[in-house]
């Protein structure tokens, strides 16, 4: 297996985990005070938009050719630093 389907393997499971930490966000947020649901609601609805985000980067990775990848792969980079901040914010904000 080439390193570019083993490197899009493993941002893919870390997209799978990141939906898994908004589906228990989603959990704990119906059974939370409507202040608070309304809050996460719209916490969690970002970080879906930045998961797509995501999974759109991974596709643009996979379509590019050889050449190209290694620099997709810079920006695919970026986005998931952006993303695991954000989800780890979300997810420690609303485990109190």
């Known amino acids: 297996m080439s390193d570019r389907e083993l490197y ?5 499971a870390q997209l ?5 930490e908004v589906a228990k966000l989603k959990a704990k947020a119906s059974g939370a005070s409507a202040d608070t ?4 609601n719209k ?5 879906e938009n930045r998961i797509d985000e ?3 980067k991974l596709s643009q990775l996979a379509e590019a050719s050889d ?3 290694e620099s997709l792969k810079d ?3 970026s986005a998931w630093d952006t993303l695991k ?3 780890g914010d979300a997810a420690g904000k609303f485990k109190k």
């Open 8 to 12: 899009r393997q493993k941002r893919q």
């Open 67 to 69: 050449d190209a990848w």
């Open 75 to 77: 920006g695919v980079e």
């Open 85 to 87: 901040s954000a989800v």
């Open 43 to 47: 916490k969690i609805k970002a970080l």
């Open 37 to 40: 649901r309304l809050e996460m």
């Open 16 to 20: 799978d985990e990141w939906r898994a």
């Open 54 to 56: 995501g999974k759109a």
